[in-house]
Antibody
Framework: EVQLLESGGGLVQPGGSRTLSCAASGFTFSSYAMSWVRQGPRKGLEWVSVISDTGETTFYADSVRGRFTISRDNSKNTVHLQMHSLRAEDTAVYYC???????????????WGQGTLVTVSS | DILMTQSPSTLSASVGDRVTITCRASQSISSWLAWYQQKPGKAPKLLIYWASSLESGVPSRFSGSGSGTEFTLTIYSLQPDDFATYYCQQYHSYSTFGGGTKVEIK
C-alpha cells in the first residue's frame, strides 16, 4: 500500500523559513518523480514543485521559484521542501504526491499524502 | 501559463442523476488532462488521466472525454459517496488546476 507521510508544518513568521519532509513507502521510491502541491484556506489546488526520480531535474511554480527548494534522498525514501522568505500567501496545506513527468515538463499526480499545514503569520 | 476554467463551480444533484462537469484550457493541451476528487479534510484522489483513462480501482460510472481545449467529466448514476469537489488539471506544461466543482446534494 502506498503511503506518503508529510511532516514539518507549523506556524512561521513572515520572512521565516521552514522545511517540509515526506516519507514514502509501499512503492519503489527511486522510480518515481515526487511533487509538492498546496491548497490555501478555502482555496483550490496549486502545484508547487516537482523533482525527477533521480533528482537531476526540478521544476518550480513561478510563485515559489527562488524561495523554495525541492530535494530527495532515495536511500531514505524521503523528499523535502525547503521554504525561505515565507509570505502570508504561502499559508496552505502542503501535500506530497507521487508524480509522473510527461517527458517535457508536465507533471501529474498518482497519489497524495494527507498534507501538513503551514501557517505564515506574525 | 495555461489557465484551466471549470464550470459550474457548484452543482446540486440527486442520487442516481447523471452529472457533467466541464473544463476548458486556455490553449490546446492535447489529452494531457486529469480529474481528481477531493472530500472535505482529505487529499485529492486521481480519477481520470490522459483525459479519458480510468485510474485503477475507480468505479466505471466515472467517465472522461475531450481533447485540445474542451473536456468533460461525467458521473453516470451519482452515488452518495460521490458528493465531493472535483478538479481538472492540465499536465501539458508544468501543472495547473481548475477552480473546482462542488457536487452537492439537491
Amino acid at each position: 500500500e502506498v503511503q506518503l507521510l508529510e511532516s514539518g508544518g507549523g506556524l512561521v513568521q513572515p520572512g521565516g523559513s521552514r522545511t517540509l519532509s515526506c516519507a514514502a513507502s509501499g512503492f519503489t521510491f527511486s522510480s518515481y518523480a515526487m511533487s509538492w502541491v498546496r491548497q490555501g484556506p478555502r482555496k483550490g489546488l496549486e502545484w508547487v514543485s516537482v523533482i525527477s526520480d533521480t533528482g537531476e531535474t526540478t521544476f518550480y511554480a513561478d510563485s515559489v521559484r527562488g524561495r523554495f527548494t525541492i530535494s530527495r534522498d532515495n536511500s531514505k525514501n524521503t523528499v523535502h521542501l525547503q521554504m525561505h522568505s515565507l509570505r502570508a500567501e504561502d499559508t496552505a496545506v502542503y501535500y506530497c504526491a507521487k508524480a509522473w513527468l510527461n517527458g517535457v515538463n508536465g507533471v501529474s499526480f498518482y497519489y497524495w499524502g494527507q498534507g501538513t499545514l503551514v501557517t505564515v503569520s506574525s | 501559463d495555461i489557465l484551466m476554467t471549470q464550470s459550474p463551480s457548484t452543482l446540486s444533484a440527486s442520487v442516481g442523476d447523471r452529472v457533467t462537469i466541464t473544463c476548458r484550457a486556455s490553449q490546446s493541451i492535447s489529452s494531457w488532462l486529469a480529474w481528481y476528487q477531493q472530500k472535505p479534510g482529505k487529499a485529492p484522489k486521481l480519477l481520470i488521466y490522459w483525459a479519458s483513462s480510468l485510474e485503477s480501482g475507480v468505479p466505471s460510472r466515472f467517465s472522461g472525454s475531450g481533447s485540445g481545449t474542451e473536456f468533460t467529466l461525467t458521473i453516470y448514476s451519482l452515488q452518495p459517496d460521490d458528493f465531493a469537489t472535483y478538479y481538472c488539471q492540465q499536465y501539458h506544461s508544468y501543472s495547473t488546476f481548475g477552480g473546482g466543482t462542488k457536487v452537492e446534494i439537491k
